[in-house]
């Protein structure tokens, strides 16, 4: 769990509602489900229509990263490879098929397999990078759905509010209608700004930081792989990938 995303909901969701409280106002008068379906389904139609069928599943599936991240332990992983590097210089890199076998985490596996077939050190980086490079492409583009939920849905608010007034015009020889109309016209706007800054565009960012560890993490594990083909010294692998620790 992701403490800080919890924390991060509680706080600025309780600061809006809270301040609305101190001001005099009260919860009811931010709840308004025209404005909500205006906004919300605005801005999701939008996503919908520039994002095609694949990239939006992707992005509905990763959401979940927000508050439980993939586990990236680099420093599991450097131990991982250094053992690898052990077992290679003692039994050869056949020694690895059966680690391979074994091996939980695709993209590691395929990268252990690659060296117990005996692959050149150059084939095997441009075998996973192509996996990488697909990988990341994939993930950030599901991060920017958000990110382009994040510019429609203020937009989206601003439509939101000029149907309200225009509600308002449309009825001003009817005082009672003129309530509805007006709280349509700022409450849209509301949703349009606050959905954007407090839900859509933070979730992107994380979801981009999430993205680039595990390209960090993958990369390690290209270079200690590329390390064992070339025969270098675990030791000496393990200083090297050091390095990737923040």
Do not use: C
Not at 5 to 22: D, M
Not at 98 to 113: P, V
Request: aromatic residues 6%.
């Amino acid at each position: 769990m992701d403490i800080l995303s919890v924390i991060g909901v509680i706080l600025a969701f309780g600061a809006i509602i809270g301040g609305n409280l101190l001001e005099g106002g009260h919860a009811g008068a931010l709840l308004n489900t025209p404005a909500a379906l205006i906004v919300l389904g605005g801005t999701f139609g939008a996503a919908l229509l520039q994002t095609p069928l694949s990239t939006f599943v992707r992005s509905m599936n990763v959401f979940q990263w927000i508050f439980m991240p993939p586990k990236i332990d680099m420093l599991g992983g450097i131990q991982r490879v250094v053992g690898w590097a052990i077992t290679a210089r003692k039994e050869g890199l056949l020694g690895l098929e059966t680690i391979a076998d074994s091996e939980a985490d695709a993209f590691a596996r395929k990268g252990l397999q690659l060296l117990v077939d005996g692959t050149e050190p150059d084939a095997i980086r441009n075998i996973l990078e192509v996996d990488l490079f697909t990988q990341e492409t994939r993930d950030l583009n599901a991060a920017k759905v958000y990110e382009a939920m994040g510019g429609y849905a203020p937009t989206i608010g601003i439509i939101g509010a000029v149907m309200g007034l225009i509600h308002v015009m449309g009825n001003l020889a009817d005082p009672s209608q003129l309530g509805t109309g007006i709280a349509t016209a700022f409450v849209a706007t509301i949703y349009g700004v606050g959905s954007a800054n407090l839900m859509f565009l933070p979730v992107a960012s994380k979801l981009k930081t999430h993205v680039q560890r595990q390209v960090q993490y993958r990369d390690m594990l290209i270079e200690g792989l590329l390390s064992i083909a070339e025969g270098e010294n675990p030791r000496s692998i393990e200083l090297k990938l050091q390095g990737y620790l923040e």
